[in-house]
């Protein structure tokens, strides 16, 4: 039994959580509500928490001279590798409870049970605000269980909170069907939930020398769903303000709440530095001023950038420009070629945020365009943005869902544009054009369009299935038709590696038929999972 979280102690909760999160992976990868077979969080918590180890066994023994203890240096260096190597949602999310944890342990000089509780929700605190809107049923609901739990025991007993802390999570894992109807209607729990339930049953076992017996998934009911609900802001407010903060903790709360008066998307999110740290702050506004001004009387506002959604005149050029580039994920090696071709710099598929940083600082631009062309990618990328204010780079994410929207963005940059209005054509083209997945499915479901098999050919449009059919071919076609019936002058077919030969020949034939004035590019994709893509505009 440990009575105490020292810096031995912390590398052993990282090493084992990996191993644990390694044991779990494929379980969590299939705790997903869509029927197609790109589930990957189990696999992205894998990929974050080695990036954090891997920090921790570089640096864990150059302890600054003055500053955090041993345990609370092993910490943020945990919290800062998986910050680097986060992917995808749960990724991001979970370096951003680690950095909390960190933060409030950091300096004093043991963590008992109460400074676990204490700790416990501050990266509850982190997580939450690190999401826009945040979300109840998700790792977001489990992390604030556990701490909520942790604090109710109002102990210094350290083993005795984690089981506590532990134990709540499970519970409160098992309620997010309750919360979420999609994973109700998968029969499943949230899979981000269910990898820091594996965590904190590490963390039980390095204290305890005990093995425990983690929360197990719910079972798959027989009728899962193939949706889930998506978040945007409001558009209500007419300027994004965005600027780097240098400022005390509790200043920047003060800030937050008279932020979040004004306006909505509030991110506030930073660097785990004492006593004074650095803060990227973003809102969405009306009254400009108010918002520089709450930021002037937390701290010291810089790098100040306002945004008018509608057009504007000019405004006066800031002082250091030296050029701009643009960073696309690819998964496939045609599309990574045709990126390329575009002047991008190309990133593999489900990078990390370190990664997408070190792409960013490759192009020698002072300002950047990101393209994620993937949800979970998108988190990664506005944290690697993020960063990159840290080395004097603005960088701006346009979310793109899919590869066809980014080919539709890439052509209509135009260099001589002000960066800002050329972020908005991008933007603007990027969601003109609407895209298609053609896959097979990996298990039953029922769908938008009805129940489907293993098997099964789904035709998602903007990330619902529209389509099921057994002739990949026709699925192909009648999914195309049914995009062309919504208008479009253009249509992109990119087929993936395991493509039949011939797939985009039929389908543009197809389109020469019975859309004899729609203009049809093909090329080989070479992504995985799907056999075809299709962009429409």
Sequence with gaps: MLDTLDAAAVRRWCASGLVALKRHQGEIDQLNVYPVPDGDTGTNLVLTLTSAQQALAMDLDTLPDSGPTAHG???????QGALLGARGNSGVILSQILRGFADEVAVVPAVHGRELAAALRSGAAAAYTAVARPVEGTLLTVVAAAAAAAERADSDDLPAVARVAARAAAEALARTPEQLPALARAGVVDAGGRGFCVLLDALVEVLTGEST?????????????????????????????????DAR???????????????????VVGDGREPEG??????????????????????????????????????????????????????????????????ATVVPGNPSTGELLDAIRSTGAARVVVLPNDANTEAVAGTAAREAHRYGIKVSVVPTRSPVQALAALAVRDGDRRFEDDLIAMAEAAGACRYAEVCHASREALTMAGPCRPGDVLA???????????????????????????????????????????????????????????????????QPFYPLLVGIE
């Design 73 to 79: 240096h092993a910490l943020r260096l945990m919290a």
């Design 213 to 245: 017996a983690g929360p197990a998934p719910a079972p798959r009911s027989a009728r899962p769903a193939a949706t889930v609900a998506r978040e945007t802001g409001s558009n209500e407010y007419a300027y994004e303000v965005q600027f780097l903060l």
């Design 249 to 267: 903790a509790e200043a920047v709360t003060g800030m937050r709440r008279a932020l979040d008066a004004l306006g909505d998307s509030l991110v």
């Design 278 to 343: 650095t803060w990227n702050v973003h809102v969405h506004v009306n009254d400009v001023g108010a918002a520089v001004e709450a930021g002037v009387a937390a701290g010291r506002p810089y790098r100040i950038s306002v945004t008018r959604f509608a057009d504007q005149p000019e405004p006066p050029p800031s002082p250091v420009v030296d050029g701009r580039a643009a960073v696309v994920v690819a998964t496939g090696g045609g599309i990574a070629e045709l990126f390329a071709a575009e002047g």
């Design 460 to 526: 998602l449009v903007e990330g619902e299935v529209h389509l099921i059919g057994t002739d990949l071919t026709d699925t192909c076609a009648a999914v195309v038709d049914r995009m062309l019936g919504g208008g479009g002058e253009m249509v992109t077919l990119l087929a993936g590696v395991d493509a039949p030969a011939g797939l985009t020949d039929a389908v543009r034939a197809h389109v020469a038929r019975r859309w004899p004035f729609v203009e049809v590019h093909a090329y080989p994709g070479g």
